[in-house]
């Protein structure tokens, strides 16, 4: 490994170390790079390790989180939302956070789900790797931005950042339905800052960048993430899970 990457791979141990002793843990699961890096790496600290997965029948991530967690060994449980739940808990959700943000409900809709799964079989803490996409311009929207120079790329940055972290305080309001909480060492203030002072281009290499966060690809591949999951484009949770697609189909109802 390099030497930045091997000074990530320090941080997260770090944050994660920072966040929580080893115990009994739930992480939020799709098979991407992210959640995929975070197991391993929780894995090799001592963590009991179960990965969470939800999503409509046929989704991709139902499909895609199966094979990568039997390549990377690690227990693996799934939930298939009900089509005739859907719009009750929708309608709960939106009630419960009060906002018509569409990302936020997707969010708080797809976590309902998981805490739902990790209650069932008594995990109360959840992990998440959220603060990679936002701290590693993993969204395609810092493409558009990118030409804009290091300036343009932090503001949207510090943007994201505060959208996200408003955001998981809404999620964690909903899993506290299920006394579930979900946490997120990666979001921690000393993680965002070292995070923050990894060069633009280890993170993205131009407005025609499809794949981006390059520096944490590369620490994935190092720590044995299977290369389908290292090397794949992002997908968010609310498109893996096909979560987006039956929200849409409500609205128009």
């Not at 290091?150 to 940055?157: D, G, I, T």
């Not at 950042?161 to 408003?166: A, G, H, Q, V």
């Not at 909480?181 to 990894?198: C, G, N, R, T, V």
């Given at each position: 490994m390099s030497n930045l990457v091997t000074k990530l791979h320090e941080q997260i141990i770090l944050a994660v170390e920072n966040t929580l002793k080893p115990q009994k843990v739930g992480i939020a699961f799709s098979g991407g790079v992210d959640s995929s890096f975070l197991a391993k790496i929780c894995s090799e600290l001592g963590f009991e390790i179960t990965l969470l997965t939800i999503g409509f029948e046929n989704s991709h991530d139902l499909e895609f989180s199966k094979k990568i967690a039997n390549l990377l060994k690690l227990k693996h449980l799934t939930y298939t939302i009900p089509d005739e739940q859907f719009e009750a808990v929708a309608k709960e959700i939106r009630k419960e956070i009060k906002t018509d943000n569409l990302s936020w409900n997707e969010n708080c809709i797809a976590f309902y789900y998981v805490s739902k799964l990790a209650k069932k079989h008594g995990i109360n803490k959840i992990l998440t790797a959220n603060g990679i996409d936002e701290l590693f311009c993993g969204y395609n929207v810092y493409r558009e931005t990118v030409d804009g120079g290091?300036?343009?790329?932090?503001?949207?940055?510090?943007s994201k950042?505060?959208?996200?972290?408003?955001m998981m305080k809404a999620v964690n309001s909903v899993s506290s339905k299920f006394d579930v909480?979900?946490?997120?060492?990666?979001?921690?203030?000393?993680?965002?800052?070292?995070?923050?002072?990894?060069p633009i281009e280890e993170k993205i290499k131009g407005k025609d960048d499809l794949v981006r966060k390059h520096i944490v690809r590369q620490l994935a591949l190092s720590v044995g993430v299977p290369n389908d999951s290292a090397l794949k484009r992002k997908k968010a949770l609310q498109y893996g899970s096909l979560i987006h697609k039956n929200l849409m189909k409500l609205r128009k109802i």
């Open positions: 290091k300036e343009a790329v932090m503001s949207l940055m510090e950042l505060e959208n996200e972290l408003k909480m979900i946490l997120q060492p990666l979001l921690s203030e000393e993680f965002i800052e070292f995070a923050k002072s990894i």
